[in-house]
């Protein structure tokens, strides 16, 4: 379980977040939502242990992150980044091996369990067959399949996902957010697809400037009135037929 308490972080003058709280209980995906720089990808790395909030705390099955040993950290929780570039020449592989890095005991120490833990996560992925390929020559999306490949690899408790869903084509989409829900790893997504969200996460967690503007299922935050205040649209929200979830549905510009 991952607990959030109050935590704040500032640049200089400059705060980023505010009094930010949550509970993420064991096995379950929470939605993190906002619009552009309402902090979503700074609590991901304050939680990450990448970023030392200025107060608060951050904590993982009763045990703060804070106090726990870096390789520690990295064993038990995966960040997938937004971006993720590289000068180096490296095959699919390779990139998935780096998930192991945390339980190895060299870089070169690789054995049967770390093969088996890369072809298992290309398989999730739909990469079976890609060991051989060259970054370089993979696209946007299959970038961002193999980068959830390494994080699934590295076999945390937690997991962490900056707009996962860049770059992938709708079918992908769906599939990616299907393979997060159902592995049963603890997970936290910074999410733009309110339908998405809606769709898969069990709690979402809105956030304005810093602060969380709301808290809970999406059938209660997302609210027309949310939707207004927070994101600057108008929008009908109506239930899926095949979910029972939420459904958006946005109003053009009126200007």
């Not at 699919?92 to 190895?104: A, E, I, N, Q, S």
């Amino acid at each position: 379980m991952l607990d959030v308490v109050e935590i704040a972080y500032s640049v200089r003058a400059a705060r980023i977040l505010r009094d930010v709280s949550m509970s993420v209980p064991a096995g379950t995906l929470v939605g993190l939502l906002g619009p552009n720089g309402s902090g979503k990808t700074t609590v991901l790395r304050v939680v990450a242990g990448l970023a030392a909030p200025g107060r608060g705390s951050v904590s993982l099955d009763g045990e703060s992150l804070a106090t726990m040993p870096r390789r520690t950290v990295a064993r038990r929780v995966a960040l997938l980044a937004q971006y993720a570039e590289t000068d180096l020449d490296l095959t699919v592989r390779d990139v998935v091996l780096l998930g192991r890095t945390p339980h190895r005991r060299s870089r070169w120490s690789d054995n049967t369990a770390d093969h088996t833990a890369v072809a298992e996560a290309l398989a999730r992925v739909d990469l079976v067959g890609f060991n051989d390929r060259r970054w370089h020559t993979l696209s946007g999306g299959e970038r961002q399949r193999v980068q959830l490949a390494r994080a699934l690899a590295q076999q945390p408790e937690l997991l962490l996902l900056d707009e996962p869903t860049n770059h992938l084509d709708i079918s992908h989409q769906l599939q990616l957010m299907h393979l997060v829900r159902r592995s049963g790893i603890t997970a936290v997504a910074a999410l733009h697809d309110l339908n998405l969200a809606a769709m898969f996460c069990d709690t979402l967690v809105v956030l304005r400037a810093g602060q969380v503007a709301a808290n809970g299922p999406a059938a209660e935050v997302l609210t027309a009135t949310l939707l207004r205040d927070v994101f600057d649209v108008a929008a009908d929200i109506t239930v899926h037929p095949a979910t029972g979830r939420p459904a958006i549905t946005y109003h053009p510009p009126t200007s």
